[in-house]
């Protein structure tokens, strides 16, 4: 994985403690009301880059954590079934992230939930509307399928999933099932709005568009009468209206909300921006090493992200290991910083149909807002390079 241009925006934290360092909670002091503002202002934020009501986010320490809240709350929902005796069931597919894939096999470990993990399509990568559908039992409460892959950049089609979701609750006459998309990985690089995706839950991380290690998570009509449930994983003050206690950390917020004021408004410039560099990075890799480039998600009429490629050099015997220590003038991480080992294929590129070969030779590489052209024919030279000193030693 390369990540090319993943800066923090520093102005996202200079603004807020510039300003003041109160606890938003000492109502009665003027530091304390200015924390309120701060946190005010970024909800609004990211309401605004989300197209949702500011009731409606829930700030936490990142997507993490917000999947978390969501499965965890499921698991709660049996009152909720016809049968209440029932254990719930969720549905997944098999590429979604840990913080999703894990929790889910913990919960079906610990006896309280059922699950069924649904295969993606090998021949586009992504994940069947219809097969989503097939598993749906009277007793599934959660359906997840993240909005775009964070290895293959492949975009999911939510908005046809949550489509026949809705059909399903309206002819079932049910409220169930709920439906979760982890957007991580897609926030500030493609428009997301929630009232065309329709979904129910959805979470975000901060440093995937440049703001702090944080992130929030939206949940349609939280605290009304007809709003999705969701409980704490944790307890204790009225913190984040009792969903998400203690104090929060004001400074961070407000970066996500800097963050995100930056998403409202660039967001198209940044897409177009991206695309064109990565598309032009793609035709030097391909020129370069010609049939033996393989791009891995990459199908004729699926989306992609526009700043991801990820690709491997085929008819090396190399791990991407030996490649990446190769590699003069470009950073490179062997693989998510979430997976703990590098020396295996990643689980989610085998699950795409890519070969054990291939996906241990490969590479993300991620373009950002201020990449040149300049600076990716640096890199694809930089990779010729490392190739031939392995061919030559």
């Known amino acids: 994985m390369i990540a090319m241009d993943i800066k923090f925006n520093w102005e996202c934290l200079v603004m807020y403690y510039e300003e003041m360092l109160g606890m938003h909670n000492a109502i009665l002091s003027c530091l304390g009301l200015k924390a309120k503002e701060f946190l005010t202002a970024a909800r609004g934020s990211v309401s605004r880059m989300l197209h949702c009501d500011p009731s409606e986010i829930v700030f936490t320490s990142g997507a993490t954590e917000s999947c978390n809240m ?63 559908m097939a598993a749906i039992r009277p007793n599934t409460v959660l359906v997840c399928v993240m909005l775009a892959n964070n290895l293959t950049g492949i975009i ?52 995937k568009f440049y703001g702090p290690r944080n992130g929030a998570l939206y949940v349609r009509g939280l605290g009304g009468a007809k709003g999705c449930p969701l409980t704490p994983l944790m307890y204790g003050g009225c913190h984040e209206k009792g ?7 004001v400074g961070m ?76 003038r470009s950073m490179v991480s062997t693989g998510p ?30 373009v950002g807002r201020n990449t040149s052209k300049e600076d990716v024919e640096v890199f694809v030279k930089d990779l010729k390079q490392a190739v031939e000193s392995l061919s030559s030693s």
């Open 253 to 328: 917020i407000a970066g996500l909300g800097m963050a995100s004021a930056l998403v409202v408004d660039n967001i198209h410039k940044y897409q177009s921006h991206m695309e064109s560099v990565r598309d032009y990075m793609e035709t030097l890799l391909k020129e370069t090493f010609n049939d033996k480039l393989h791009i891995n998600g990459c199908h004729s009429g699926v989306p992609r992200l526009p700043n991801t490629c990820n690709m491997a050099v085929c008819g090396t015997p190399y791990h991407r290991l030996e490649v990446s220590g190769r590699l003069g």
């Open 156 to 207: 999911m089609p939510i908005k046809e999933i949550a489509g026949l979701v809705q059909k399903h609750r309206e002819t079932q006459k049910t409220v169930l099932p709920f439906l979760l998309s982890d957007t991580a990985q897609a926030i500030g690089k493609i428009p997301v709005d929630v009232s065309e995706l329709r979904v129910d839950y959805l979470s975000i991380a901060g440093h």
């Open 70 to 132: 969501v499965l965890h709350t499921a698991a709660k929902c049996c009152a909720m079934l016809p049968d209440g005796d029932a254990i719930p069931h969720l549905v997944i597919s098999n590429v979604e992230h840990e913080c999703v894939a894990i929790t889910a096999e913990k919960l079906k470990e610990e006896g309280k939930i059922d699950l069924t993990v649904v295969n993606v399509n090998k021949s586009t990568g992504q994940v069947d509307p219809l097969d989503i």
């Open 337 to 366: 910083a979430c997976k703990s080992s590098a020396f295996e294929p990643s689980p989610v590129l085998l699950a795409f149909g890519i070969p054990r070969e291939i996906a241990l030779n490969s590479l993300r590489v991620c």
């Open 243 to 249: 969903y998400r206690p203690g104090t929060e950390n």
